[in-house]
């Protein structure tokens, strides 16, 4: 069942392939404690279980007052007891302000807080002591934090597929949820191929490169929110790689590999794959157009070129924003639009991704060339820039689309 | 100790003031393996020790050439033995074409690369059969990736202070590094305070609300990479707060509080901390403005105010840019320019803080009022969006200094 395609697909079109193959996944749901759903995909709709405020509080220390008791002119009025926070005060007598905390439940009968700034003296008396404050008229509603204002009970809060973090958590630690149900984490087995690859740390021979794939798909994977087994380096011989992957399959949602999936002599993942369902061809995109992606044994598998800059492409465009789409996690990339710092050249037929570095001035300055293996450029950008298909140049101060990194 | 200012002082000040408080605590640095640096700060520059890429290599899959020995009609060569990628090929025979594999090292003697796809015929030979080649003629350098291309060796590979993402991490892999000095991360006490908060999946009582901080700035705290210690929530009794500090405090590096930092009647964080050596005032900021600074027991310490949006606002303003600026971690926020969708009003001696959505066109939408007890519209945001004291209104369509979260 192994197929070659020659005609270039587009982007979008391998991303759907890609999306269709790991929709599946999205099924499996987790339901956590609040505090493990940081960087998780929140999995079902979460309606506000009450309203937020729960109940009608002062946004001011001040006073509580029936605003109908104070004329324009002002009044003097008796001090009640102290509404502190967390308190649940008596109703508020007629003729008096009850000194009222930030935060502290409005009593029955008030409608308004007065600033304590605004108060006669502009301080608390001590607790206990009669006492009278001269207070300015306000009006209905003046400081006072509606019950519900926030968000009512019923209304959605979190919408399925949201990215859960700080905010989005503390939102729900506020509406009193302690257990969220979210995506599944996917498992994935990353395998980098290559004769020439050798592990960091140790000697390196001619002819020989360290293996960067490895760690950069690593750290984005991680990244991204699923669980990495690492098998290290595969050497170039197809049937130990395929021994190999049968070997992990079962315990993975999804595989990926780097390199051997173009058309040269040696290309161990293509021969490894031969007799599984899985598909390579080109896409439309440089760096990063040779793409494998299929089946093995059930699993879903895609295969990444082998330099690291088109690994890191491949998983930036492909992999990241479906996982961001179907699981909510990770965060989608923010998108703009920026101004060019300087022209450049795009292969008309692709869909040319380089990187680049955000200014705040709203200009991105393209970081290295187009070649997929420069890591020092990489290491530096801070944003994607893309030049779609149907354009083979660009001037400086051109819009392009940027993502953030 | 205990000193309260009342003239607000600005938001670069008080961010100064965090700074100094904390970098004391950058000199602390680990060693750690390059699949554990994900997410830390480099405490050191790290110098190129050898070129990238090590040697020549064809960029391409095709023919390796003495460019000198094919005229501008092109030549027959006679095929050599192949090259792939991780072999140390011999010195290519004069009259002779390699063919070799993308990434495999350029043999001695050899200066181009000709594409496979310009050959005739435009495959690769069966190994060990005799066989020629037609190939155009190719200049010097032609697919060829010259050793030290990306970056050479001595030069600064990263920064100190830099990031370590995928990226970085990458770039130090393909550098044969695989131990990387990082900031140590630092260690932080969380306490919420107030009577009036419980803890969310409990019960809740007229007048109570749940404890929205402590999941907010946990989560935000470890994204930023510290290592949080949460005491629960503390009641609103200052003698037991100091308590629980002096308890904790030898085994942090940081205390952050909130609430309490106010002017209110019962500000228990100003209580307990009287004989300590923190100060208590007013930051020029909307919201966020009441902040607590100092040290208890020698251990920096940071009073946030009680409010959810206030807190995460001086998480953002304060803590989060020192620790990317001591520490190299989190990441700095990226700050664009964007057009506001819409006016707003400012108060002038302050700099406001909104909440917005940064939308693809560029322009900024603000989600919720000024409020800061609106966790909901905090929830829908995907950016800050900055209006610096001075500013009393801006109109839509005005540019404003955005932070994206």
């Not at 759903?37 to 929140?42: E, I, N, Q, V």
């Not at 934090?145 to 729900?172: H, M, N």
């Not at 293509?270 to 299929?294: K, S």
Request: proline share 10%; net charge negative.
């Amino acid at each position: 069942m192994h197929r070659t395609a020659n005609r270039p697909v587009t982007v979008e079109a391998h991303r759907d392939k890609v999306r269709a193959l790991l929709a599946p996944l999205a099924a499996r749901i987790d339901t956590v404690p609040l505090g493990d759903a940081l960087g998780r995909g929140l999995a079902s709709d979460v309606l506000a279980p009450l309203d937020l405020p729960p109940f009608a509080n002062s946004q001011m220390d001040g006073f509580a007052i029936r605003s109908a008791e104070v004329p324009d002119g002002g009044a003097e009025l008796r001090v009640a007891a102290p509404v502190p926070a967390g308190a649940e005060p008596a109703e508020l007598a007629p003729g008096t302000a009850a000194p009222i905390m930030t935060g502290a439940m409005i009593p029955a009968g008030a409608d308004a807080v007065v600033p304590i700034e605004l108060a006669v003296p502009d301080s608390f008396p001590a607790p206990g002591a009669p006492a009278t404050v001269r207070l300015p008229a306000a009006p209905v509603g003046n400081y006072v934090r509606v019950a519900g204002s926030d968000i009512a009970a019923g209304e959605t809060a979190l919408a399925a597929g949201t990215f859960l973090g700080p905010g989005q958590l503390g939102l729900l630690a506020a509406l009193g949820l302690s257990q969220v149900p979210v995506h599944a984490e996917p498992r994935v087995l990353l395998v980098t191929t290559g004769d020439e690859v050798v592990e960091p740390g140790s000697p390196l021979q001619p002819g020989k490169i360290y293996d960067a794939n490895g760690t950069l798909l690593d750290s984005a994977l991680r990244q991204a929110g699923l669980h990495v087994t690492r098998t290290g380096i595969s050497a170039d011989n197809p049937g130990e790689l395929e021994e190999l992957l049968r070997r992990h399959a079962p315990g993975v949602d999804l595989i990926v590999t780097t390199g051997g999936v173009s058309k040269g002599a040696y290309e161990v993942v293509r021969q490894a794959l031969a007799d599984h369902d899985v598909e390579f061809g080109p896409v439309a995109m440089q760096p990063g157009g040779p793409q494998g992606i299929g089946t093995f044994d059930g699993v879903p598998v895609l295969g990444f070129p082998g330099n690291p800059v088109s690994c890191l492409i491949s998983f930036e465009m492909f992999l990241r924003p479906v996982l961001a789409d179907l699981f909510g996690s990770p965060a989608p990339r923010t998108v703009i639009r920026a101004r060019l710092a300087e022209a450049l050249a795009s292969p008309e037929a692709k869909h040319q991704v380089r990187r680049g570095t955000l200014g705040p001035d709203g200009t991105v300055r393209l970081e290295g060339g187009a070649g997929s293996h420069l890591m020092h450029a990489l290491a530096h950008s801070n944003a994607l820039v893309h030049v779609p298909a149907g354009t083979a140049a660009l001037a400086g101060g051109d819009e392009v689309e940027v993502w953030i990194l």
